[in-house]
């Protein structure tokens, strides 16, 4: 006879069994009689293995702490397996790829930093850049990058900056520029924003 005080998984307290050698040589029998029906040939080695392994402890007397051990194993739960989404989750950009992308665009002016640029600092080509860039900031880069130079003229005309000033320190072409922009997104022209804003 074999006794076994196992902690069972799903029990507050020990469970005491005493299980006799005749019966743990037919459960390990019977675990490699049912599995030459399983299908699965990973499954089947794991079967064939754990019965061996429990008949040959069962050849040595000082094997006890083992058997409990398989049996052990036998009573606790297979984990549930991981679902998969059967398509790839969109995502955007990285974090450190966003603040590396807003940090390129809005550092430099409109003549030097590109699209392009920012898309191989954060190791995308043009195209992923883009579409990851408008699911992170909900703008496509040009729009972000253009209501960022709107808000950056906005603060320094209420600093009392000149308007051409203004265009130039934005990296507009001219004042024009400065001046189509700025009616488009803002709804007024900048000289009558200031003076709403005053």
């Excluded at 040939?41 to 050849?59: D, G, T």
């Excluded at 194993?73 to 984990?79: G, H, I, K, M, Y």
């Excluded at 520029?177 to 003076?195: D, E, K, N, V």
């Amino acid at each position: 006879m074999i006794e076994s005080n196992l902690q069972m998984p799903d029990a507050a307290s020990n469970a005491h069994q005493v299980l006799s050698r005749d019966a743990l040589e037919r459960f390990a029998r019977d675990l490699a009689a049912r599995n030459e029906a399983v299908d699965d040939s990973e499954q089947r080695w794991i079967a064939l293995r754990f019965a061996s392994a429990l008949l040959s402890a069962l050849e040595h007397p000082g094997e006890q702490a083992f058997i409990e051990q398989m049996l052990v194993t036998l009573r606790t739960p297979a984990p549930k397996p991981v679902e998969i989404p059967s398509r790839p989750v969109k995502s955007g950009l990285a974090h450190w790829q966003e603040l590396r992308a807003k940090a390129l665009l809005s550092g430099r002016d409109s003549n030097e930093a590109t699209i392009a640029d920012a898309a191989s600092a954060c190791r995308l080509s043009r195209s992923h850049f883009s579409k990851a860039f408008k699911q992170t900031t909900g703008r496509s880069p040009q729009c972000w990058l253009q209501e960022y130079k709107i808000e950056k003229a906005k603060a320094l005309l209420l600093d009392g900056m000149a308007i051409a000033d203004v265009a130039d320190a934005c990296g507009f072409a001219d004042q024009s520029h400065l001046t189509r922009l700025f009616t488009r997104i803002a709804g007024l022209p900048p000289a009558r924003w200031r003076r709403n804003r005053s």
